[in-house]
T-cell receptor, first 113, second 112 residues
Framework: NAGVMQNPRHLVRRRGQEARLRCSPM?????VYWYRQLPEEGLKFMVY????????ESGMPKERFSAEFPKEGPSILRIQQVVRGDSAAYFC???????????FGPGTRLTVT | GEDVEQSLFLSVREGDSSVINCTYT??????LYWYKQEPGAGLQLLTY?????DMKQDQRLTVLLNKKDKHLSLRIADTQTGDSAIYFC????????????FGKGTTLSVSS
């Protein structure tokens, strides 16, 4: 049973470009969460999605960031017009249901130059 | 507001026990979690405890929860060099238990 998959593992973008991060949940999991980890910090919750629905985006910056989890395919976290402060590790987690334990992927390390 | 606090570093010798401590502020927390992160890797769920329990044991790991003091600890018995990593404490606070609040992590260094 494959774990949570994220790609790419490393992403380098110039300021002003777009970054698209992908997450495939564990088999049988329909709940996906995105977290951001800044250097020397813990993880900060960004958004929680179920298939085709955003349930909680209270941790998502209001501008430039968006997330989706379509009926088919992976969940996507999209960052438009990236800035240096977006450089971080972005982790995706999945769970079989709301309130269940969350299993994390290996993360995507975004570097903005 | 919600906050999870951990000490930043812990250094132990191989074979000793390690105790990593965590305090949290939200008394409505339903589950509390311990995750392990090795360098450059994702987070591995180690164990979790429901808020109506005060202890949980799983092989070398023992979790103690003092709900009155909002204090959580993770004890690793017979610590090995492979246990060297960052350990994160996390709480789930909303009713659905969906948004986890993480501490900044405790770096455990095990020397042989």
């Amino acid at each position: 049973n494959a774990g949570v998959m994220q790609n790419p593992r490393h992403l380098v973008r110039r300021r002003g470009q777009e970054a698209r991060l992908r997450c495939s949940p564990m088999k049988g999991h329909s709940h996906v969460y995105w977290y951001r980890q800044l250097p020397e910090e813990g993880l900060k919750f960004m958004v929680y999605l179920q298939k085709e629905n955003i349930i909680d985006e209270s941790g998502m910056p209001k501008e430039r960031f968006s997330a989706e989890f379509p009926k088919e395919g992976p969940s996507i976290l999209r960052i438009q017009q990236v800035v240096r402060g977006d450089s971080a590790a972005y982790f995706c987690a999945s769970s079989p249901g709301a309130g269940n334990e969350q299993y994390f992927g290996p993360g995507t390390r975004l570097t903005v130059t | 507001g919600e906050d999870v606090e951990q000490s930043l570093f812990l250094s132990v010798r191989e074979g000793d026990s390690s105790v990593i401590n965590c305090t949290y502020t939200d008394s409505s927390s339903t589950y509390l979690y311990w995750y392990k992160q090795e360098p450059g890797a994702g987070l591995q769920l180690l164990t979790y405890i429901f808020s109506n329990m005060d202890m949980k044991q799983d092989q070398r790991l023992t979790v103690l929860l003092n709900k009155k003091d909002k204090h959580l600890s993770l004890r690793i018995a017979d610590t090995q060099t492979g246990d060297s990593a960052i350990y994160f404490c996390a709480e789930s606070t909303n009713q659905a238990g969906t948004a986890l609040i993480f501490g900044k992590g405790t770096t455990l260094s095990v020397s042989s």
